[in-house]
């Protein structure tokens, strides 16, 4: 099995996550998969956690103190700012639907804007009302707000199941469908000396794509499939690992080829699993995101009334 990986690191094999590409030379165990900058991650991590920490606080203080009212200039200006920043979410699904014109932009950008005010639009409102509801149509303005909000995050959430990366391109079936025989070509070529190895891999696509519909046996496995395939790439990597380090034992060769072909062993089955997950769910992240979409807009023309209600209330009482 290790001749059969090795021939896959000389055929200069692309990783899934396509950063790095094995070549023919021989790497030392310290320059094998070194991911890019990894401090970047948490200096990220930091920073986000360290924001919303600051957010949080900012806004119990405006709840529990006396700073300024919702009526008052600095209050109103908040308001009057986020609510102009929400308006402008529907440019988005104007220039999606009726405007496809490359001067007025590309998709991708318009996609970053409606990101950034759909956070920082109700995020000035909050303040706006003092994190407080002193008008029935007030109220009606800040739930709406709240729950188009909250349909966006389920929204993210959906949208990075069926698209390349955060502002990629949406999937087909087909896309997935060629990525899962790929995968499935390179987990044979491997492992073809380990048939165990094959056979759990295969047993879990075959899991992964039997039908029982809506009932609750289908339900739980489409929540549960992701993280049976993480335990299963654990454990089938380990056998592995385990069977390549038995079979370098019996040949001369640098200890930074079995790291190398431990290391490829892992990612094609890392990869195989999240490729059988990815197909094998892709129908249903489809539909809920159509769902989502019939659920989403209407709650957009919702809060603009609701904002368009309260402003009028506002400036005649």
């Not at 290391?263 to 059988?276: C, G, M, R, T, W």
């Amino acid at each position: 099995m290790i001749k059969a990986v090795w021939i896959e690191v000389e055929k200069g094999l692309k990783l899934s996550a396509g950063v790095l590409e094995l070549g023919v030379s021989q790497k030392m165990p310290s320059e094998i998969n070194k991911p890019p900058k990894p401090w970047l991650r948490w200096v990220l991590l930091a920073f986000v956690s360290g924001l919303s920490a600051t957010m949080i606080f900012l806004a119990w203080l405006v709840r529990r103190g006396d700073f300024y009212e919702a009526g008052s200039e600095f209050g109103y200006n908040l308001g009057l700012v986020g609510g102009l920043m929400m308006t402008t979410l529907l440019i988005y699904s104007l220039r999606k639907r009726f405007f496809a014109h490359d001067r007025l932009g590309g998709m991708e950008s318009w996609f970053k804007y409606h990101m950034f005010v759909g956070i920082t639009s109700p995020i000035l409102i909050l303040f706006h009302s003092t994190f407080k509801t002193a008008s029935v149509n007030g109220a009606f303005a800040l739930y709406s707000m709240l729950l188009v909000g909250l349909s966006g995050v389920v929204g993210r959430f959906i949208y990075r199941h069926i698209h390349q990366g955060l502002y990629g391109r949406q999937l087909t079936l087909a896309d997935v469908t060629a990525e899962l025989k790929a995968t499935s070509d390179r987990v044979d070529s491997v492992f073809y000396q380990q048939p165990a190895i094959e056979k759990r891999l295969h047993d879990f696509q075959h899991l992964a794509f039997t039908s029982v519909g809506l009932s609750p046996q289908g339900l739980w496995r489409f929540m549960a499939i992701a993280w049976r395939g993480r335990q299963l790439a654990k454990s089938v990597g380990a056998d592995a690992k385990r069977f390549l380090k038995q079979e370098f034992k019996g040949r001369s060769g640098h200890p930074s080829e079995l790291l190398l072909s431990q290391q490829l062993a892992q990612a094609q089955i890392d990869a195989y699993i999240e490729s059988v997950v990815r197909a094998s769910q892709f129908s249903v992240w489809e539909k809920l995101f159509s769902a989502w979409h019939l659920i989403h807009i209407p709650f957009l023309y919702l809060l603009i009334f609701c904002g368009i209600v309260h402003v009028v209330a506002v400036h005649m009482y």
